[in-house]
């Protein structure tokens, strides 16, 4: 019998409901966007003026520029030294079979299922015994402590999906293990690869409670954000919410991009070869 | 054979990722609960060993805001699921461009920092030149009052902050009901309630579980909420924890009420986990 999505009771009001919720969940972002469009001293909405004022001041500031900085530089790194660490993770996690290894699937779940501003003040006690003075390098150790585990999560979930049957044809086929990693496993696991390291990025550039503890003298966007909600409120404050969201969004806009690029790259190559073949049908025997 | 062993490549391969949980999450722990153990307002880690911390947190009350922790992290669990249901079961159906629109705006704001979502709560929710009051004061003529700084702005920000969390793992169990059994079941004249417990429920319950626990344990450790929307009204564990170590500079005292909040964790996190098999949850 085939699917019934008409006559299904309840689904009407429970679409209605998700977009409402939906709605309901941009309104602070929508709240800083207005927010940040105005030119007095406090909020007074709707304001009397509508204007581009703060952005133009924010951009110009040196503060706006260094802040961004150091949060990307804090979450490229982050991503970088993430993804290194959390594809052999993920092997280990979805593909190899092991004593131990249910022992790890829960052990690795535990940073994540932490409190993280709990995570963050343990980790500045023990910065503080080793008498490690912290500052941005430490803050992207404690950002790896919480996004590892969430790569390897990203990564395991696309290595369930890959037959480990295939990586054993080119084992038969006289392929070193180096080069059944990099021509079999690699390419398929590639998309989790790309996910995870885009997902290290984000939360990361957006995590507030483990940089609140481990930056030390440095200062991130949301760190900076935080503080000057309380204090010192002026409508630059949202403009630059609303220029550090823009930032990541750019980051999963140029990652969907080069996503979209290599695949178009891809069916150009596949099609351009069909074609030779057909016009030499002699070439694709081997 | 050019296969290595597995039984050798898994502990090979993990062994980066549990050398940083090991200096990373381990080590500090155990730091903070051996200096929960040191004198009061020490520094050091080589006092005399003493339970007097754990006494003080009882004696002075701290009882009070890790109740409240605990009642904000229960209440915030059961809205986020309840709310998280129906939106789960709508967006758990496979090939509707509805869903996929949906999942993904549902997702966006993870990544928007919590920050500036908390930030927007507070500029959304002010009195008088608000984004809510003003408009409704502009449009209708009409003055509201403002939740801002009460403690159910707190569980507003809270719901808000950590639906997503509750929502993903409850679409992911959702997705593995199947379907066939459902019509089954209604087919043979079972009502929706029955549907629900006896088919939908047991079959999720995997990706409820884990969307529960992460809310609850999100919640009770989080206190940008309180601090942003909630102001003064109310003080919650993880509050107290940052003031003994910042203001107060009680690091063992700091560290003692750490240990409390990470055992309870503990007691919430353990046996859940171990119910679970995550082969059978994330395999799609």
């Known amino acids: ?286 | 054979m050019a296969s290595l062993d597995p039984r050798k490549a898994g502990p090979l391969a993990m062994a980066p990722v549990a050398a940083l949980l090991v200096v990373g999450f381990l080590v500090p722990l155990v730091l903070v609960a051996w200096l929960s153990l040191m004198p009061e307002r020490t520094f050091g880690l080589d006092a005399g060993l003493t339970l007097a911390n754990y006494a003080t947190a009882f004696e002075d009350g701290y009882i009070v805001p890790l109740g409240w922790s605990l009642f904000f992290a229960a209440a915030t669990t059961a809205i986020c699921l309840l709310v998280a249901w129906p939106m789960a079961k709508t967006l758990a159906r496979r090939g509707s461009a509805f869903a996929l629109v949906v999942t993904i705006l549902v997702a966006l704001p993870i990544f928007v920092s919590e920050s500036v979502r908390l930030f927007g709560t507070a500029l959304f929710l002010m009195p008088r030149g608000g984004i809510l009051a003003g408009s409704l004061n502009a449009l209708f003529g009409f003055q509201v009052g403002s939740i801002l700084y009460t403690k159910t702005a707190t569980l507003l920000g809270l719901v808000y902050v950590y639906l997503p969390f509750a929502l993903f793992p409850m679409i992911l169990g959702l997705s593995q009901v199947p379907r066939d059994q459902v019509e089954a079941a209604r087919d043979l004249g079972a009502s929706r309630w029955q549907v629900l417990r006896e088919v939908e429920l047991p079959n999720a319950m995997p990706g409820l579980l884990i969307g529960g626990l992460l809310v609850f344990v999100l919640a009770f450790g989080a206190n940008t909420e309180a601090n942003i929307l909630g102001g003064q009204s109310v003080a919650v564990i993880t509050k107290s924890i940052d003031q003994r170590f910042s203001y107060a500079q009680d690091w063992p005292l700091g560290s003692a009420l750490t240990i409390l909040v990470c055992a309870i964790t503990a007691a919430v996190v353990f046996p859940v986990l171990e119910r679970i098999d995550l082969d059978r949850l994330l395999r799609r």
């Open chain 1, 1 to 286: 019998m085939s699917a019934r999505p008409e006559t299904e009771p309840g689904l009407r009001p429970r679409q209605l409901f998700t977009a409402l919720v939906v709605v309901l969940l941009y309104l602070p972002i929508v709240s800083v966007v207005l927010a940040s469009l105005a030119n007095t001293r406090y909020l007074i909405f709707p304001h009397r003026v509508w204007t581009l004022d703060a952005y133009a001041e924010a951009i110009g500031q040196y503060t706006t520029a260094h802040l961004h900085a150091t949060s990307f530089k804090i979450a490229l790194v982050v991503a970088l030294i993430s993804v290194a660490l959390a594809i052999p993770g993920a092997l280990a996690f979805a593909r190899y079979r092991w004593r131990g290894r249910r022992l790890y699937q829960r052990a690795i779940l535990l940073p994540v299922f932490f409190p993280q501003p709990v995570l963050g003040l343990a980790l500045l006690v023990a910065l503080s015994a080793a008498g490690i003075v912290p500052d941005w390098r430490t803050a992207v150790f404690a950002h790896l402590v919480w996004v590892v585990p969430i790569v390897t999560l990203v990564i395991s979930i696309r290595l369930y999906g890959f037959d480990p049957a295939q990586e054993e044809a080119a084992y038969d086929l006289g392929a070193t293990r180096l080069q059944a990693f990099r021509e079999v496993t690699l390419p398929a696991i590639a998309p989790g690869i790309v996910s995870g390291a885009l997902f290290a990025f984000l939360l990361s550039w957006s995590n507030l409670p483990l940089s609140m503890y481990t930056t030390g003298a440095d200062t991130t966007l949301p760190e900076w954000l935080y503080s000057r909600m309380a204090t010192n409120y002026s409508p630059q404050v949202p403009a630059i919410a609303v220029l550090s969201v823009a930032a990541s969004a750019l980051a999963v806009v140029a990652v969907l991009f080069l996503r979209a690029l290599r695949r178009a790259v891809g069916r150009r190559r596949t099609t351009s070869s069909e074609a030779s073949t057909l016009a030499h049908p002699a070439r694709a025997t081997p």
